[in-house]
């Protein structure tokens, strides 16, 4: 007896852009299905090697059959196949559907009817529904003694009834749609479509890919002979795929277009790869690796349901998608696999964890991608960029996390924007290209490039022409302070403490000039004595009138990053208020000075409020601000 089921309500949607698609790839079914057969082959065979219920199989096989007459196109293979729930909840139900982009990708898709949006999450076996009008499952599992037909036409109901099957394994069955004027679907008819797609985008696929095809032969006469010029039409089979596993081919065998459909394919992209690394390795530990970096950040790199992680396999079997084991955190971006014989079939995932053999291979694939990072940079830069942009800021993390225990691996690999150069520049070739008697290496912070280079405490560093690097992420500033020094050269804000840019000279004058002055600076801290920890004079300025400067230790731009964060505790860099000695305005406030106390307090305020503006720091009070303004224009005026 059919039961009658319906699909759940993303699904149903998803179906329904499929049904009406204009994929505009609408080949993609067929490697969607292959790709999903060999993955079953892939569980059964697991499965075969470590639990007695599933018997062992001696050779596997995917099948494709075309049936002109009924306009059908099937594809079978020997794999795990299912069970009565397993139909529902894999065939019923759309897995990631579950995800809040995914719903709103699917609107988005639904209301454009652009397919190739939801392209991106791997619609599998729904795909069928581009090209077919009714699409049939036959299916049975070693674990359920009963077989089951699935049946759907693509629209909200599907059924599933007992059948009679045999052996284990699945047979999809697609009637398909009608050619129309715009859509050719009878070409999928043809075997040499059949076995170009197979070729195209299945051809690594480890399993036999096999057809019966009709094939030309020479005719052989009654003693076995070839007789010259004739030719039968036979019926063979053909094993349509090369079933080299393309991670165990050398890199100068495959192709890039190869490594890239095989990609889409595997991970479920609908775009190119931005690079891919295939590697290998033998000696204390063997294995092959072949690694991806998404051109485009994987949407939900950084929310908690992203799972990181390569594949796994041993000696060629797959043994589990996501081993996180193999990627560091701040690589949570590669997608691939490792397939190594270092490991035995009966690994748990709990035994991973402490596997040594796996955590020596998870280093040294780190180590391999960390080298080709390198050797991007050094050949392709243009190519760097492009990924830096996109992933430089895990690279910065990976930099600074536990104490910068990695930071000797990654900091050639980091680029910085800075004051002198257009492009990005390694911390290498800014040293390389500091000026003579340079002795830091300076650096400023702030929310964009443009809002660092209008900074006044950059004043005398430009005027000495020394380059200084900007930093606009939050985790910057962390990883100076975590890296110290590069190439023996400290590093210094611009912003904090001694710039050490004055002649001995130079520095005696201002030492006498700080003693002239100390009764003003000291009036002004009074008046500010809420606000700043100090006010002296400047080394750091030249044109600019006043700036605002932190201490030894926190800087506002820490503060700032530390103050977003939930649950922060509340620190606060030191406030220390720099002002210039040469500027007119100092003679200004030295002549108020003499004659009146609160306007003096007013000039405080006003100098204070400034310096917060200019740092881009909030003003505690800015109707006050602005009426201490206005007073003084008014006054100005008179
Ligand atoms: P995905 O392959 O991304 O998981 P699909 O929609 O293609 O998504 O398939 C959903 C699920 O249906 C698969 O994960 C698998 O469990 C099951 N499935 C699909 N095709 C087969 C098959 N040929 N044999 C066994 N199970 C299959």
């Given at each position: 007896m059919a039961s009658v089921r319906k699909f759940k309500a993303e699904s149903q949607k998803v179906l329904n852009l499929m049904v009406n698609s204009i994929y505009t790839n609408k080949d993609i079914f067929l490697r969607e299905l292959i790709s999903n057969a060999s993955d079953a082959i892939d569980k059964y065979h697991y499965l075969s090697l470590v639990d007695e219920k599933v018997p062992h199989q001696d050779e596997y096989e995917i099948r494709i059959e075309i049936d002109k007459e009924k306009r059908q196109i099937t594809i079978s293979d020997t794999g795990i196949g299912m069970t009565f729930d397993e139909i529902n909840n894999n065939l019923g139900t759309i897995a990631k559907s579950g995800s809040e982009e995914f719903k709103s990708k699917l609107k988005e898709a639904e209301q454009t009817h652009d397919v190739d949006i939801i392209g991106q999450f791997g619609v599998g076996f729904y795909s069928s529904f581009i090209v077919a009008e009714q699409v049939e499952v036959l299916t049975k599992s070693p674990y359920s003694d009963k077989g089951y037909l699935f049946k759907s036409k693509g629209q909200e109901t599907y059924t599933v009834d007992e059948v009679k099957l045999e052996k284990p394994g699945t047979k999809i069955i697609l009637t398909l749609k009608e050619s129309t004027d715009e859509n050719d679907y009878d070409r999928y008819l043809q075997e040499w479509t059949i076995r170009n797609l197979v070729k195209k985008y299945s051809d690594y696929i480890r399993y036999p890919i096999k057809m019966e095809v009709t094939k030309s032969l020479p005719k052989y006469d009654e003693d076995g002979k070839v007789i010259e010029g004739e030719y039968e039409e036979k019926v063979v089979d053909e094993?349509?795929?090369?079933?080299?596993?393309?991670?165990?081919?050398r890199s100068n065998e495959v192709s890039d277009e190869e490594l890239n459909e095989f990609y889409k394919n595997k991970f479920m992209d609908y775009e190119d790869p931005l690079t891919s690394f295939l590697f290998s390795a033998e000696g204390l530990v063997s294995y092959n690796a072949l690694i991806y970096i998404p051109k485009r950040v994987p949407y939900n790199l950084y929310s908690l349901d992203y799972e990181k992680g390569l594949q796994l396999y041993t000696k060629g079997i797959f043994i589990m998608d996501k081993c996180k084991e193999l990627v560091p955190d701040y690589l949570r971006f590669v997608k691939g696999l490792v397939d190594t014989s270092d490991l035995s079939l009966n690994i748990s995932r709990e035994m991973l964890q402490q596997n040594h053999q796996l955590l020596k291979i998870a280093s040294n694939v780190e180590k391999k991608i960390i080298s080709n990072l390198e050797k991007m940079l050094k050949n392709e830069r243009d190519k760097y960029i492009e990924f830096f942009d996109s992933y430089g800021v895990n690279l910065k993390f990976g930099a600074y996390d536990n104490f910068g225990e990695k930071k000797d691996l990654l900091k050639d690999l980091i680029l910085y924007r800075t004051l002198n150069e257009e492009n990005y520049i390694t911390l290498k070739e800014y040293v390389e290209k500091m000026k003579e008697g340079q002795e830091f290496i300076y650096y400023a912070s702030g929310k964009t490039k443009e809002a660092v280079m209008a900074l006044p405490q950059l004043d005398l560093v430009k005027k000495q022409g020394y380059d200084v690097l900007i930093l606009t992420d939050d985790v910057d500033e962390f990883l100076i302070t975590i890296l110290s020094e590069y190439d023996g050269k400290k590093f210094k804000s611009i912003n904090q403490g001694d710039l050490g840019l004055l002649s001995k000279e130079e520095e005696e004058k201002f030492d006498s000039l700080k003693e002239e002055k100390k009764p003003i600076l000291e009036k002004l801290k009074e008046y500010l004595k809420e606000e700043v920890d100090d006010v002296i004079l400047s080394k750091r300025l030249s044109e600019s009138p006043v700036c605002l400067v932190s201490g030894e230790g926190l800087s506002f731009e820490m503060e700032k990053v530390i103050e977003r964060m939930?649950?922060?505790?509340?620190v606060k860099a030191k406030r220390i208020l720099e002002i210039n000695p040469k500027h007119e305005l100092f003679k200004a406030i030295e002549k108020v000075y003499q004659s009146d106390d609160t306007e003096l307090s007013d000039y405080a305020h006003l100098l204070y409020n400034q310096a917060l503006l200019i740092e881009g720091l909030p003003i505690k009070d800015p109707v006050d601000f602005s009426n201490k303004m206005v007073n003084l224009m008014i006054k100005s005026a008179k």
């Open positions: 094993t349509l795929n090369s079933m080299v596993p393309i991670w165990k081919k939930p649950n922060n505790e509340k």
